[in-house]
């Protein structure tokens, strides 16, 4: 009775990948000239070799390592005060996790234009009340405002699977521990993180997924200038810009090994808590 489901997500997924497998040995420019022939891995050399391959694999992973790290550690802090007893604590849950709700190029914009904007931002007039010269954001301080743009629009992910994890912890446990005199520290690290860690697994193996194909954000504030181009944004700059489908193509390969490597690593290292 899945047989149908799983023909057409087969084939959803597949002939993307065979396409792209395809084009990688041909040398195809759509607008000079269309297919020129087949030329092997000419077009995995080149692309490797580029002076901006290396660069852009390790802002990519330097961008997924910092957005993990901030999320998990904040989305860990606003579940455990999402907790506790609140007036409003509704209204306060729903407006935690909207961000997550607005789409990456809508959240790129706003806080291109509304926050970081050097002249008419919310953060330059903040410096000029404290007598401070406002920051170009987006040009000196580029790689950090694109993790803080990515970290608010998945903050609320983490929250959401974290908060969901923090209430299905026992409440008898926790009075045990508070009589055996236990302090909030302890309770923290005894108790409640090693309760969190299967949830922390989760959100770590998802938003890895999909931290490694960043793309919208980059293209509405940044443009890959500044040092954040990542291997997504230098194949679309391949691909799009260059006009060069070969050459993308060969791209995107790298970016499905990349994307392989980082999964088989984290759930050799992360997934054992899955096991648990």
């Known amino acids: 009775m899945i047989a149908p489901a799983t023909i057409l997500l087969l084939g959803w997924m597949l002939v993307p ?44 992973l330097i961008i997924v390592g910092w957005v993990l790290i901030i999320t998990i550690t904040l989305g860990i802090l606003l579940a455990l005060l999402l907790d506790q007893p609140m007036w409003g604590q509704g209204i306060v849950r729903i407006l935690v996790i909207a961000p997550f709700f607005v789409m990456p190029t809508v959240s790129g914009l706003v806080w291109k234009n509304m926050f970081m904007d050097p002249v008419n931002g919310f953060f330059a007039h903040l410096w000029r009340a404290f007598g401070a010269e406002p920051i170009q954001w987006l040009s000196q301080a580029s790689l950090p405002s694109l993790i ?40 923290f690290c005894f108790l409640t993180l090693p309760h969190l860690s299967r949830a922390i697994t989760v959100v770590v193996l998802i938003k890895t997924i999909f931290l490694l194909s960043i793309f919208a954000e980059i293209f509405v504030t940044t443009a890959g200038a500044f040092g954040t181009k990542t291997l997504t944004y230098l194949i679309f700059q391949r691909v799009l810009e260059s006009q060069n489908v070969g050459l993308g193509s060969a791209g995107g390969v790298y970016a499905i090994i990349l994307a392989n490597i980082v999964a088989i690593f984290l759930m050799r290292i992360v997934g054992k808590n899955l096991d648990r």
């Open 148 to 187: 803080m743009i990515i970290s608010w629009q998945w903050l609320p992910f983490a929250t959401l699977i974290l908060l969901t994890a923090v209430q299905s912890l026992d409440s008898e446990q926790r009075e045990a521990a508070e009589m055996d005199g236990a302090g909030p520290f302890n309770r």
């Open 17 to 60: 990948l065979v396409m792209t497998l395809y084009f990688s040995f041909k040398k195809y420019l759509p607008l000079r000239g269309g297919d020129l022939g087949w030329v092997g891995f000419d077009n995995y050399v080149r692309f490797v070799s580029s002076s901006s391959f290396w660069p852009a694999v390790a802002t990519t």
